[in-house]
Structures are given as structure tokens and as C-alpha cells.
């Protein structure tokens, strides 16, 4: 598999964006974004593991939405509400296994990871 992101920009605080991730290749079991912002650790930010459904960070729940379309083998982060902490490179990252919710949030889970897009959040 093959993961490709896109979708990031400059946005004002209280605004929308939309991040899309297309995989190539074999499909996935799992998928997930994370993001990194300067100088800090890659943080987990949501996943999606099919029917088993969608699980967020804290920081980010109510305000962003994963969600897949298997057809087109694409996964989307819908981002409501952005802060300025919200700025970061954000990762898509997919994963063959079936991982229990607990190793969700965990880099190591997932065996394929995209390039990042930035996503720029100003006050």
C-alpha cells in the first residue's frame, strides 16, 4: 500500500478544511491521521477501523470527523473548528492488522505511513 495526502493550506482560526489520503495498492484494515507539529512529538488524532468505527483524540473530538470511502480507497479528515494549536503536518497512516483500540494511538500500530500535508491555522 501506498498512501497519498493531500488537502492541507492556510486557514483562519474558526475555519474548515478538508484532508484526503488515497491509497494504492493492496487495501487496509485500519487507517489513521496523525500530525506533528515543530519541535513535538507525532500525536494520533483520530482512526478508522471499517464497521468497527471511527475513534478521536480528545483535542480534536467534536470538531474533526475520519471517515473512509472503500471504493475509491480514499480517507478523509474533515476538520470543523480549527485553533491555531491545531497547526501541524498531518500524517495518514494505514495499518493490515486489526488493532484493539488501545494500540490506535500508537505510530508503531501502523506499517504505512503517507508524505504529510500542512495544515496552517492563524489567529
Known amino acids: 500500500v501506498q498512501l497519498q495526502a493531500s488537502g492541507g493550506g492556510l486557514v483562519q482560526a474558526g475555519g474548515s478544511l478538508r484532508l484526503s489520503c488515497v491509497a494504492s495498492?493492496?487495501?487496509?484494515?485500519?487507517v489513521a491521521w496523525f500530525r506533528q507539529a515543530p519541535g513535538k512529538e507525532r500525536e494520533f488524532v483520530a482512526a478508522?477501523?471499517?464497521?468497527?468505527?471511527?475513534t478521536y483524540a480528545d483535542s480534536v473530538k467534536g470538531r474533526f470527523t475520519i471517515s473512509r470511502d472503500n471504493p475509491k480507497n480514499t480517507v478523509y479528515l474533515q476538520m470543523n473548528s480549527l485553533k491555531p494549536e491545531d497547526t501541524a503536518v498531518y500524517y495518514c497512516a494505514s495499518t493490515m492488522t486489526n488493532p484493539i483500540t488501545s494500540s490506535l494511538p500508537r505510530v508503531a500500530t501502523y506499517e504505512t505511513w503517507g508524505q504529510g500535508t500542512l495544515v496552517t491555522v492563524s489567529s
Open positions: 478508522n477501523r471499517g464497521s468497527r468505527g471511527s
Open positions: 495498492g493492496r487495501t487496509f484494515n485500519a
